[in-house]
Structure formats: structure tokens, C-alpha cells
């Protein structure tokens, strides 16, 4: 079975570019959640979607938005990119939407120059 | 809000020795998990304590829950090779997310 899917798996946009990353959860689970994870730092929680509805949103500007789509694939969006910005982007998906274990992906490292 | 804290941030062990790892919450945590990251790698999943005081083993892994749930341990027997790594404690108060701590990254000597 395939796991929790992302792309791209790199990419580098400079300053003041918004981007797109995309996730594919487990099939058959229904939550997505984002996590942001600084070289050196743990993942830090951004959104988590469960059922196409937002669930929580982690301490980040509006900047950053999201969405879950019908088949609870889901899409990270950031507008206005900061260098501050560069981080490995972790998607996670599980089965429902209470927290229990998550699967990450193999995330899409940003670099912003 | 919510803040977990790990020490030691990194901790360098000669093979075959044992090592604990810790886990502090600011608030009490409604279940706590432990991942394991590989260098390059992405957070796997290793367990989740739920109850006060839990105790739970995994060969030579044993996970602590505290008895006031604000606290945690990780210790590892005999090191291995295989036991390098970042491990990460996650925090849960209920609600949607996990607040992370900032890890202990293991390096070993053979």
C-alpha cells in the first residue's frame, strides 16, 4: 500500500513568490495535517483538515492557507515568501480526527532565496 | 500555549550503552507519542502512552508516562548502529495537533 505521498519533493522560489505543495494521504484516511519543520527544530503544527473542514490552525500568518479536497488529498498554499520560509514541509495523514498516530510523508524541502 | 522540551538536545552514546532521553510539557498532556527520524528521513511514528504512569516496551525501547501526565522518558538499552537518529516527543491536550518537542538527536560510536 502506498504511503503518505508529497510533491514536489524539492523546490526553491525566492522572496516575495507564493507556492503550492501537494499531499496524498494513506487511502482510506480522512485527516490531513501540515507541519513545518526548521533545520535543526521539530515539526511545527500548521493546519490539520479532517472531512474537508478545517480543524486547527497552528500559530502562522494568513500567509499560509490550505484545503482538503473530495478525495482528502490536500494542498499547502504560502503567498508572499520570507527566507524565513525555508523549511521541510511534512504532511501527515490518519485515519479519523482525533490525534492519534500520524504518518508523515516524505515532505517537500522549500529553500527561499 | 502549549510547550514541550526535550533534553538532552543531543546525546552521543558508546555502542552498547544505555541512554534515557526526557520529554516536559508546560500543561498536561491527554496522550504523549514518541517518533524516530532518520537522517534525511521523515518522522515515524513509535508510540503513544495514554495513562498515568504508563510503561511501555518495545525490545529495547521502554516509554515512560509520567504519573501527573506533564513529563516522559524514552530509554534505550545497548545501544545499537541502528539507534541514530532524532527522537521527538509530541504532545496532545485534547485537540487537533501535536506540539513537538525539539528533539534529541543520537549520534553513536562503535
Known amino acids: 500500500d502506498a504511503g503518505v505521498t508529497q510533491s514536489p519533493t524539492h523546490l526553491i522560489k525566492t522572496r516575495g513568490q507564493h507556492v503550492t505543495l501537494r499531499c496524498s494521504p494513506i487511502s482510506g484516511h480522512k485527516s490531513v495535517s501540515w507541519y513545518q519543520q526548521v533545520l535543526g527544530q521539530g515539526p511545527q503544527f500548521i493546519f490539520q483538515y479532517y472531512e474537508k473542514e478545517e480543524r486547527g490552525r497552528g500559530n502562522f500568518p494568513d500567509r499560509f492557507s490550505a484545503r482538503q479536497f473530495p478525495n482528502y488529498s490536500s494542498e499547502l498554499n504560502v503567498n508572499a515568501l520570507l527566507l524565513g520560509d525555508s523549511a521541510l514541509y511534512l504532511c501527515?495523514?490518519?485515519?479519523?480526527?482525533?490525534?492519534?498516530?500520524?504518518?508523515f510523508g516524505e515532505g517537500s524541502r522549500l529553500t527561499v532565496l | 500555549g502549549q510547550q514541550v522540551m526535550q533534553i538532552p538536545q543531543y546525546q552521543h552514546v558508546q555502542e552498547g550503552e544505555d541512554f534515557t532521553t526526557y520529554c516536559n510539557s508546560s500543561?498536561?498532556?491527554?496522550?504523549i507519542q514518541w517518533y524516530k527520524q532518520r537522517p534525511g528521513g521523515h518522522p515515524v511514528f513509535l508510540i503513544q502512552l495514554v495513562k498515568s504512569g504508563e510503561v511501555k516496551k518495545q525490545k529495547r525501547l521502554t516509554f515512560q508516562f509520567g504519573e501527573a501526565k506533564k513529563n516522559s522518558s524514552l530509554h534505550i538499552t545497548a545501544t545499537q548502529t541502528t539507534d541514530v537518529g532524532t527522537y521527538f516527543c509530541?504532545?496532545?491536550?485534547?485537540?487537533?495537533?501535536?506540539?513537538f518537542g525539539a528533539g534529541t538527536t543520537v549520534t553513536v560510536r562503535a
Open positions: 509530541a504532545g496532545n491536550s485534547g485537540d487537533y495537533k501535536l506540539s
Open positions: 500543561t498536561t498532556l491527554s496522550n
Open positions: 501527515a495523514s490518519s485515519p479519523g480526527g482525533q490525534t492519534g498516530e500520524l504518518f
